[in-house]
């Protein structure tokens, strides 16, 4: 706790922790001084002058900025004075003497703060009748956003934000005095990921998004607290409409969660939601072509099919997603199960990828951690705000961090990047530990694994030279791992997916348990509710609440909940499921909000006996569905969401679905309900049979109902209400799925090369070209064309040309691709985007992430 | 002797009503031929929304829904867009890309006009305002824009 | 700005010379380092912003922002001898605007052009320092004061 100072404003007595800035302590007793340069998240400056008081000083009283000025004891402040009143209308004046006025178009008017003060504070009139200054209006300053310059009454705070939290000054100041304007070094425009939260914080109409320009006034929007589906953060968003149409998407603090920014896709890109190729009616396959259909019809249709394919279960499967709700997903399991009998239930990065089940720590763990060791992961691109997090922690805390990536990425620049080549992860990370050992305190906590200990001398004697790492590096990293007293390990899909996951992780969290840390090994996921999706049982193994089959009292029970029984045998995970496909060997496959064709798994999916899909778009697995059932996005039903840390969040309904789009649980619902066992319930001479013989009617009447089912089913959401979960979420605690890690030998994972001459990698980028982002008009220039990165000294052994149409090959496939040179890439590896157009990585890869061996030839 | 009485009041009353319809009888009459006729109206006659262009043709309205927020009624709905170099409507960088008043709900109270920052919305003197269809009602950019000529008189000030 | 037929042919080893003796200061380093480059090239080029900002490790929009701020600091190309006439109050008074007139009579530009064949720039200044010498100009860095019309020509060796 902070020394307390008393103070005086206008008479008043106030008490405030030493040092607080004085227009925060005045905010807390109820006066607001005016400000536009001051900003709770930015470092003070006093560039406006708007917030001036006066203060009893020794040469008397004297006018300070009350922004920049700390509270002390016996302070004496005068802000309802008269000369403080004429020095803050003095300085609006000058403010405006240059300000176009343009109100009524500026998407800013209503809710500008200097339009308020100037009604609050001005004069009303001004002295200036010159005419005024003439600079850039309707100045694109990036895909995103729109710069006037004219209305910019220079607060630094677009600067600084990019300065202090983005870390890339990309904006400055140029020329001076009444000429001053804010603008980007030529021909060099914004590419920060985040750098919509500007728009945001400008306290005039002088950054205004490009996406929502003209379409709205403030006072017209209806406000809906939501969230943020594009990646597994789960950011607050406040969703603004009017007349049934999203507007536009503005940060919601949760100091929790995302603090109060938004990264620029899940600012801007909210384009799919209305766009016209949303689906509106089912669809079904008549004579060989989708033709629309009536509900009645295509759920007729699929209930009649499923019914049939039901007699052997283990033919039928169904792909749940890790971007649709809690409820969705709890629902499409619960189906499967209790009605059809089937563990073939997964999703992509489900089951097949090597994790804990947990997420990260916590969000806030990002507050305190000292290293941070981010193997696999490239934050900027995946988790942009997130990242926001880890900069701040390297820029203000001094906080390290430790790469391990194959690739050179953004968050580079703040550390010790080790690049293993593809598949020799794990022997760094062994050699890494085996280096810690020789630290006697470490050695100690390890305790009498002389096993584990000898196996890792045994396996790795000399890893740099094996690793082709330099000695100085290597030395870094096991030094920043041994001063560590609070690391933070990170992985993701990306080493976490593939043959060699399980290996990575277990050798990283072999690391972290040396390091005594291995309650904070994170896994950072791609989607939204990745977290939710594995707690709701969307996993060949696992039940709801993530039980493993064999809990036999927790199947019980859960018996008890359903009615009915459980399949006892685990089904097939995601690429299994595929795989039986493409064998012939599904009979009925329902995919929620998923597109294994897009990547590369049309041929399979051609084999499967009735595909059904539901999804919001006509996707490549849409076009070869038997029936297409047109789902609502998550603003168009209530819903929970649980992100990366375990926090469970709501996103209620903000418009209504297009056409006759209906939410998955609702699908679902209507599909339960058809189901045969419900006459037979239903029917008055059927015999009483035992307790939990028969599965029990569903009676969902919305999405809150399936929530409190949930919570009855769930132990970790246990009493979860959706009033209770507020607009903050609940975070259920990481304990409640206790790890019992210890340290374990890895076997290596067996990758070749064989007769290959490079390494592929594929990753996912921010913008890519999926229909959640390219249906976004203004960000179609950022969408990255289909290339493969390579390395110049590859480029130069292979003697090839950049910009040449180059044939990729891989033993899954191969693709015609323009050549990219990246330096970011390291030699002997090629770098390929996931989700570009035409898909090329995917068609490249095995169904799966992680390293596969490729050559490049030059195209004849 | 009442006989007599009565007959000469009788007959004053009857004169006098008579007086009054023959000098109805002999003056033009009141009534207008509506619509083949023009009618007379105040200058200050609130009739049928307009919207105004600039000499040179471009639009007045810059679609910034002032109107909109100050009707009392919510008979307007505005939805803006931006002007393109190819396609200008008003001088500025935004314009009125749907701009409809709903007549039903309209109580002709001028407050639009009064909030117009461009004096592009004003009251005209069209008072016809009878339609069929409901839908008829809904006067449409194009309708506002275009004006049909009302057949009035104005008043001139007494 | 008027198109310069010259392009400067730059040397750079030299330029990275300068940089190098600046860069250990960093950003403190930047007004020196720039001032210094231009004075060898007449003009700062975007690519010796970049050089500049990447090795002295100052963002490019600083760089911009500072050649902005100062007025003898240059993003376009300018004439090699730069005039700059005063026009402040001493030399309004004595008669400025006829000195300005006539270099703007003899190059044929007006303020803030540059000659077709890239010799002279010309600029108006406010008041550069020398009152005393009041109308005055300043031609690179020679100080020329009381002008006249005349002595105008003179300068410019137009007579």
Redesign the interface.
């Known amino acids: 706790m902070a020394d307390m100072v008393k103070f005086t404003i206008d008479g008043k007595e106030v008490e405030a922790p030493a040092g607080e800035l004085l227009v925060d302590a005045a905010k807390r007793i109820g006066i607001n001084i005016p400000v536009f340069c001051s900003h709770p998240k930015l470092d003070p400056l006093g560039a406006c002058r708007m917030c001036l008081v006066e203060v009893e000083g020794r040469r008397g009283r004297q006018l300070v900025t009350s922004c920049t000025t700390p509270v002390s004891e016996g302070l004496v402040v005068y802000y309802d004075s008269e000369r403080a009143r004429a020095a803050r209308a003095g300085t609006l004046e000058l403010l405006l003497i240059n300000h176009p006025l343009d109100c009524p178009i500026c998407d800013k008017g209503g809710e500008c703060p200097l339009q308020d003060q100037a009604m609050e504070h001005g004069n009303g009139e001004s002295h200036f009748v010159e005419e005024k200054h003439h600079k850039n209006k309707r100045y694109p300053i990036s895909d995103w956003i729109m710069l006037d310059q004219e209305r910019c009454v220079v607060c630094w705070r677009c600067i600084r934000y990019l300065d202090e939290w983005e870390d890339k000054p990309q904006l400055g100041l140029y020329h001076r005095g009444g000429e001053t304007v804010i603008d980007i070094a030529p021909g060099h425009p914004l590419d920060a990921k985040t750098s919509g939260n500007i728009v945001e914080m400008c306290p005039v109409g002088a950054l205004t998004s490009r996406v929502s320009r003209f379409s709205y006034r403030p006072w017209e929007l209806s406000h809906t607290d939501s969230l943020c589906t594009h990646c597994a953060l789960g950011c607050n968003v406040r969703v603004d409409t009017r007349l049934n149409q999203v507007k536009r998407l503005l940060a919601r603090e949760n100091p929790a969660v995302n603090d109060q920014w938004l990264c620029d896709k899940g600012r801007f890109a909210f384009g799919y939601m209305q766009h016209e190729s949303r689906l509106t009616q089912p669809l079904l396959r008549k004579n060989g072509t989708l033709q629309p259909a009536s509900w009645e019809e295509a759920l007729d249709a699929v209930t009649a099919k499923l019914v049939e394919a039901s007699k052997q279960p283990q033919r039928v499967a169904a792909i749940g997603s890790a971007k649709v709700s809690n409820e969705a997903n709890y629902l499409l399991q619960k189906f499967f199960r209790q009605y059809v009998h089937s563990n073939n239930i997964d999703f992509r990065h489900g089951s097949d990828i090597a994790t804990a089940g947990r997420g990260i720590p916590s969000i806030a763990e990002f507050e305190k951690a000292d290293l941070f060791v981010l193997f696999g992961v490239d934050m900027a691109e995946n988790i942009p705000v997130l990242d926001l997090f880890l900069k701040r922690a390297v820029n203000r805390r001094h906080a390290k961090v430790l790469l391990i990536n194959s690739r050179r990425v953004e968050d580079s620049r703040y550390g010790t990047l080790l690049q293993p080549a593809p598949g020799e992860e794990v022997l760094l990370l062994n050699g890494l530990s085996a280096a810690l050992l020789k630290d006697e305190a470490i050695a100690k906590r390890a305790g009498r694994l002389s096993g584990y200990k000898a196996w890792l001398a045994d396996m790795v004697s000399e890893p740099t030279a094996k690793l082709n790492l330099s000695e100085s590096d290597f030395g870094g990293a096991v030094a920043m791992l041994r001063r560590a007293q609070r690391p933070l390990f990170l992985y993701g899909e990306a080493v976490a997916g593939g043959k060699s996951g399980a290996a990575n992780v277990t050798a990283l969290t072999n690391l972290a348990l040396l390091l005594g840390a291995v309650d904070r090994v994170g896994y950072l996921p791609y989607d939204a509710n990745a977290q939710g999706a594995r707690d709701m049982g969307v996993l060949p193994d696992r039940l709801p609440g993530q039980i493993v089959l064999s809990d036999a009292s927790a199947v019980s029970r859960l018996q008890r909940q359903w009615g009915g029984t459980v399949p006892a045998e685990p089904g097939l995970t995601y690429l299994g499921m595929l795989q039986a496909a493409a064998q012939g060997e599904l009979d009925f496959l329902y995919v929620m909000g998923s597109d294994p064709a897009a990547e590369g798994m049309s041929e399979a999916l051609q084999k499967v006996g009735f595909l059904v899909v539901s999804d919001l778009f006509l996707t490549e697995t849409a076009k070869l569905a038997d029936v297409v059932l047109p789902a609502a996005d998550y603003v168009e039903s209530d819903g929970t969401f649980t992100n990366l840390e375990r926090r469970v969040q709501r996103a209620p309904k903000a418009v209504r679905a297009p056409g006759r789009a209906a939410p998955d649980w609702l699908i679902l619902t209507h599909l339960a309900q058809r189901w045969p066992v419900v006459e037979e319930i239903k029917d008055p001479k059927r015999k009483k049979r035992g307790h939990g013989r028969t599965p029990n009617i569903w009676s969902y009447a919305s999405p809150q109902d399936v929530l409190q089912e949930i919570a009855r089913v769930v132990p970790m959401y246990a009493g979860l209400t959706w009033d209770a979960l507020g607009d903050a979420g609940q975070q259920w605690p990481a304990e409640a799925l206790p790890l019992r890690p210890r340290l374990q030998s890895v076997t290596l994972p067996t990758l070749s090369r064989r007769s290959f001459t490079h390494w592929l990698i594929a990753e996912r980028v921010l913008y890519d070209a999926g229909q959640l982002f390219a249906t976004t008009e203004q960000g179609h220039n950022l969408i990255m064309a289909p290339a493969v990165h390579i390395n110049s000294h590859d480029l130069a052994t292979a003697s090839l040309a950049v910009g040449q149409e180059i044939q990729v090959t891989s033993p899954h496939g191969s693709v015609r691709l323009p050549l990219l040179v990246d330096e970011n890439v390291s030699p002997g590896t090629l770098f390929v985007p996931l989700g570009l157009a035409g898909a090329p990585a995917e068609q490249l890869l095995d169904g799966q992430y992680g390293p596969v061996p490729a050559r490049i030839e030059a195209v004849a | 002797m009442s006989g007599l009485k009565e007959l000469v009041e009788s007959t004053q009353q009857l004169a006098q009503a008579m007086k009054i319809t023959l000098k109805a009888a002999i003056e033009p009459p009141l009534t207008v031929e509506s619509p083949v006729e023009p009618i007379a109206v105040y200058p200050r006659f609130r009739g049928r929304h307009e919207l105004r262009r600039y000499e040179n043709g471009m639009e007045r309205c810059i679609g910034c829904a002032l109107c909109e927020a100050a009707c009392p009624t919510g008979a307007i709905h505005v939805e803006a867009a931006e002007n393109t170099e190819e396609e200008r409507h008003s001088p500025g960088e935004r314009y009125a890309k749907v701009y409809e008043v709903n007549l039903l709900r309209c109580i002709l109270c001028r407050d639009c006009v009064r909030a117009c920052p461009t004096e592009a919305i004003i009251l005209g003197r069209n008072y016809a305002l009878a339609n069929y269809h409901r839908q008829d009602f809904i006067l449409t950019k194009e309708d506002l824009l275009n004006p049909p000529e009302p057949n009035v008189i104005i008043r001139v000030k007494e | 700005m008027t198109e310069t037929t010259e392009t400067f042919t730059y040397d750079y080893p030299a330029i990275e010379a300068i940089v190098t003796r600046h860069e250990a200061k960093g950003r403190a380093g930047l007004l020196p380092c720039l001032q210094e480059i231009q004075a060898f090239t007449g003009w700062l080029t975007?690519d010796i912003?970049q050089l500049v900002g990447r090795r002295l490790d100052v963002?490019?929009?600083?760089?911009?922002?500072v050649i902005?701020?100062y007025t003898l600091l240059y993003r376009e190309p300018v004439g090699k001898t730069i005039i700059r006439v005063c026009d402040d109050m001493a030399c309004y008074l004595n008669g400025s605007e006829e000195v300005l007139s006539s270099f703007k009579k003899w190059l044929g530009i007006g303020p803030g052009e540059t000659t077709p064949d890239g010799k002279y720039t010309l600029e108006v200044h406010p008041c550069l320092g020398y009152c005393d010498l009041a109308p005055m100009a300043m031609m690179g860095d020679d100080v020329h004061g009381h002008l006249t019309p005349d002595k105008v020509a003179d300068l410019l060796e137009v007579k």
């Open positions: 975007p912003c963002p490019l929009a600083d760089i911009y922002g902005d701020f």
